[in-house]
């Protein structure tokens, strides 16, 4: 099950504040005591922000990236410093800051992750070129030369099919004789 992000950030403060137990509070969340007790430590260390954008790699918001990097490009925090506010490491950090003066707010908050799909490579049609540009008579010879190479291999069928076809006829005519 997953945790929603305000219940979780709601239960931490409750935790934090002493208003209610530890124990109720993971309780509520549905989270073993122990997890909810780690989280707990991070925040105090850390703060809630760092805690809820930790969890797994990948799930930074992108509000939570852009206040990594506007603290890092405006305030002037290094990358040490930054890492320890927001509980992140140095190098995606930096990695963030990269993406976004090479290519602003865009670059960092597309998700490359992962290597990109594999496929088909989209099959060039004829309808792609100009009639009578050169790709379009290149791609017309190719597609004549396979149609001729697949006839080149079906014409032995079509040969064997009409020879069992007149075997047939002229064994079924000679035994009604």
Same mark, same amino acid.
């Given at each position: 099950m997953k945790i929603k992000e305000e219940d979780l950030r709601r239960e931490l403060e409750v935790a =934090? &504040? +002493? $208003?209610? &137990?530890?124990? +109720? /509070? &993971?309780?509520?969340?549905g989270m073993r005591l122990n997890r909810f007790k780690q989280l707990l430590r991070r925040a105090r260390i850390h703060g809630i922000?760092?805690?809820?954008?930790?969890?797994?790699a990948g799930s930074y918001t992108d509000e939570f990236k852009?206040?990594?990097?506007?603290?890092?490009?405006n305030e002037s925090l290094t990358l040490g410093s930054? !890492?320890?506010r927001y509980n992140?490491?140095? /190098?995606?950090? *930096?990695?963030?800051?990269? *993406?976004?003066?090479?290519? !602003?707010?865009?670059? =960092?908050?597309?998700? !490359?992750? !992962?290597r990109p799909p594999m496929g088909r490579k989209k099959k060039p049609r004829l309808e792609d070129y100009?009639?009578?540009?050169?790709?379009?008579? $290149?791609?017309k010879v190719e597609l004549l030369e396979r149609e001729n190479l697949l006839l080149k291999k079906a014409l032995p069928l079509v040969q064997e099919k009409i020879r069992n076809r007149s075997r047939a006829k002229s064994g079924t005519s000679s035994s009604e004789n």
């Open positions: =934090l &504040s +002493r $208003k209610d &137990s530890q124990p +109720r /509070c &993971s309780s509520r969340l922000d760092a805690v809820l954008h930790s969890n797994m852009l206040t990594v990097v506007n603290s890092v490009i930054a !890492g320890a992140l490491a140095e /190098c995606t950090i *930096k990695a963030w800051v990269r *993406k976004y003066q090479e290519g !602003g707010e865009e670059a =960092l908050l597309e998700n !490359g992750r !992962g100009e009639p009578g540009s050169m790709e379009y008579l $290149k791609l």
